[in-house]
């Protein structure tokens, strides 16, 4: 859910929103990140009239009131506006209609003015509303970026996750987050990680204590959000456990609905695992690409072996 009044203060600037009437309704919520335009509700027709979206009014909407007597404007007005109506927007200069500044005014529901085109108002406000509303989930472990790939590095506690961070931040890449990882699902087909406001740009390394990412190594080492492209879990080497080898498998993470490769990278003495995770992202660029080394390597064995099979029957023969 959100509150009128933070939709309000967060966006009044890219959507020019302004306030015209209403204004103790700011307090209420949207509890849906959908819009009804007025349309055909002022006319009288109520099926599927859903009082909890927001309402707006356009070009089309202010043509028909205008049409109308002071009294049925009022009235037709009056019937779709409720307790549970968040708010009420009108588009460009359609702000003239005195009953429904009078009502909204009444009846404490904010209603703004947006100097947009109606569907272009509609269109942001929606975007705005679905990103606001998108699912989201808190994972521990360190969010980093390398070579342009979101990275989240998860592990037990003590397994060396920022550390390995902290390497990475030496050699140019990009924190994101440490420790916690907040991750929301965008546009119903990615999902994007950011940090806490308060541990913003710090990490806890034991044995140093607190750092500021940012002051130490620059502003460029760090960034706010990033997509999640791959997960990388790190645990201590276990010799009875058996470990891909070529990278033929190709593990998957369900996250909020969305399938993220994930990785099991074997810690241990000598393995240098800074080295380990570019590796990891590098691989995953040129699969992008189209280019995956396992498999390339696969077909070129079995292009031998067949070869070799060919030529022996030919002999045979």
């Known amino acids: 859910m959100l509150l009128v009044e933070d939709f309000y203060q967060k966006y009044r600037e890219s959507l020019n ?71 009420v927007g009108v588009s460009r200069s359609y702000f003239h209609i005195e009953e429904l500044i009078e009502l909204c005014e009444s009846l404490d529901i904010a209603l703004f003015k947006i100097p947009k085109t109606t569907s272009q108002a509609i269109s942001q406000i929606l975007m705005i509303l679905t990103e606001e509303f ?27 996750k920022s550390e390995t961070a902290l390497g990475l931040i030496e050699k140019g890449h990009r924190l994101v987050s440490d420790d916690v990882v907040r991750i929301k699902k965008c546009k119903g087909s990615y999902l994007e990680g950011h940090g806490v406001e308060l541990t913003r740009h710090h990490m806890e390394i034991r044995g140093i204590g607190i750092l500021n990412v940012a002051n130490i190594y620059g502003a460029y080492c760090v960034r706010d959000k990033k997509q999640i492209d791959i997960i990388v879990k790190l645990e201590e080497w276990n010799e009875n456990h058996f470990y891909d080898r070529l990278g033929l498998e190709e593990t998957k993470c369900d996250v909020l609905g969305i399938e993220v490769p994930y990785s099991v990278l074997p810690v241990k003495p000598g393995r240098d695992v800074v080295l380990l995770i570019e590796t990891i992202a590098l691989n995953f660029r040129l699969k992008k690409m189209g280019y995956h080394s396992a498999k390339d390597f696969r077909d070129s064995q079995h292009g031998q072996i067949a070869r070799r099979l060919n030529y022996k029957r030919v002999a045979h023969e």
Not at 21 to 47: N, V, W
Not at 137 to 151: K, L, M, N, Q, W
């Open 17 to 87: 929103l302004e306030i015209i009437a209403g204004e103790k309704g700011i307090k209420r919520l949207i509890d849906t990140p959908e819009i009804h335009r007025a349309g055909m509700f002022l006319t009288g027709f109520m099926g599927y009239y859903q009082d909890q979206r927001l309402l707006f009014f356009g070009k089309l909407e202010v043509a028909y009131l205008d049409t109308l007597t002071k009294e049925v404007r009022k009235e037709r007005i009056k019937a779709i506006l409720t307790e549970r109506t968040p708010a």
């Open 134 to 160: 998108s699912p989201i989930a808190s994972r521990h472990g360190t969010f980093i970026e390398v070579y342009d790939v979101g990275v989240l590095i998860e592990g037990d506690s003590s397994i060396g």
